[in-house]
T-cell receptor, first 109, second 115 residues
Framework: AQKVTQAQTEISVVEKEDVTLDCVYETRDTTYYLFWYKQPPSGELVFLIRRNSFDEQNEISGRYSWNFQKSTSSFNFTITASQVVDSAVYFCAPKQLTFGSGTQLTVLP | ETGVTQSPTHLIKTRGQQVTLRCSSQSGHNTVSWYQQALGQGPQFIFQYYREEENGRGNFPPRFSGLQFPNYSSELNVNALELDDSALYLC??????????????FGPGTRLTVL
């Protein structure tokens, strides 16, 4: 069975601060994909990134970066120089059909 | 390219009634998944349809049922509505097959309120 823990329920930062969202997952699968989605106030989930369990290279995309460590079952997400538009709920999904409870990020101007 | 659409946007029903929610998948996507998202929670997987066949189901009772049509659009039916069914219902489509590794494209959701 899949299980995912997003221990941070809510995070509030001031614009331009860096922020890291934590995700810890449990799986018995040897091969799997990990996902992050963003849900802005409009409600529509938006795909951010997919990583293969074989690839532990960190990835950077603009202001976003992801740190995947299989040994600790963590797949953390960092936003650099946060902006007000980053305010949303962020979901980690260790398996496409299983979502964490989400982290509400509020970026204050 | 048209994205995932859902109808209606909002719906109010009373306990015991039946409801049908509709979803049009993104062009070319043959897999549709339905999720229930209660307030303050993550989406909970209801079931998935692949080429008109149910292909996986979450921990939801049989009164939650669905259909997928030849054009890959889909319906979610809920019978004997209960107060706890009040939630945002999300539809997601993906391609080419099972959604375990392909990113999903979500619709805006249907907000169901059961009184």
């Amino acid at each position: 069975a899949q299980k995912v823990t997003q221990a941070q329920t809510e995070i509030s930062v001031v614009e331009k601060e860096d922020v890291t969202l934590d995700c810890v997952y449990e799986t018995r699968d040897t091969t799997y994909y990990l996902f992050w989605y963003k849900q802005p106030p409009s409600g529509e989930l938006v795909f951010l990134i997919r990583r293969n369990s074989f690839d532990e290279q960190n990835e950077i995309s603009g202001r976003y970066s992801w740190n995947f460590q299989k040994s600790t079952s963590s797949f953390n997400f960092t936003i650099t120089a946060s902006q007000v538009v980053d305010s949303a709920v962020y979901f980690c999904a260790p398996k496409q059909l299983t979502f964490g409870s989400g982290t509400q990020l509020t970026v204050l101007p | 390219e048209t994205g995932v659409t859902q109808s209606p946007t909002h719906l109010i029903k009373t306990r015991g009634q039946q409801v049908t929610l509709r979803c049009s998948s993104q062009s070319g996507h043959n897999t549709v998944s339905w999720y229930q998202q209660a307030l303050g929670q993550g989406p909970q997987f209801i079931f998935q349809y692949y080429r008109e066949e149910e292909n996986g189901r979450g921990n939801f009772p049989p009164r939650f049922s669905g259909l997928q049509f030849p054009n890959y659009s889909s319906e979610l039916n809920v019978n004997a509505l209960e107060l706890d069914d009040s939630a945002l219902y999300l539809c997601a489509s993906s391609f080419p097959g099972l959604a375990s590794y392909n990113e999903q494209f979500f619709g805006p959701g249907t907000r169901l309120t059961v009184l």
